[in-house]
């Protein structure tokens, strides 16, 4: 599983870790530019803003669609190393809480 430029970017964003403002004012419109760029920030935000809450609002079935969809569409067979491991401890944590609730 690879870790995309976007995961990256909105990882470093939300934690704060842009190097100046003009890095993260070029960010945000490629926000504005590109849905898929956006859509994944949003992923994350999510988890970021739900992160120290046990218990997750994952009830929405917008998220739930797009994040099972997302889950399913990746190869089953993939090996998961290196940076992988984040992104494959993220989608096993939403995939859980998906099926918790």
Same mark, same amino acid.
């Given at each position: /599983?690879?870790i995309?430029?976007?995961? &990256? ?5 939300l934690?704060? #870790?842009?190097k100046?403002?003009q #890095?993260?004012? /070029?960010f945000?419109v ?6 898929e ?8 935000k999510?988890?970021w ?8 609002p ?13 889950? #399913?569409? #990746?190869p089953?067979?993939? @090996? @998961? ?11 096993? @944590? &939403? ?7």
């Amino acid at each position: /599983m690879k870790i995309s430029k976007e995961d &990256i970017e909105s990882a470093r964003s939300l934690s704060g #870790e842009m190097k100046s403002n003009q #890095e993260q004012s /070029m960010f945000e419109v490629k926000l504005l530019l590109d849905d898929e760029a956006n859509d994944t920030y949003k992923d994350y935000k999510f988890l970021w803003d739900c992160y120290p809450n046990p218990s997750l609002p994952l009830k929405s079935d917008k998220y739930k669609k797009r994040l099972k969809a997302k889950i #399913e569409t #990746e190869p089953q067979s993939k @090996v @998961v190393y290196g940076g992988g491991k984040l992104k494959a401890l993220l989608y096993a @944590v &939403i995939l859980g809480l998906i099926l918790r609730s």
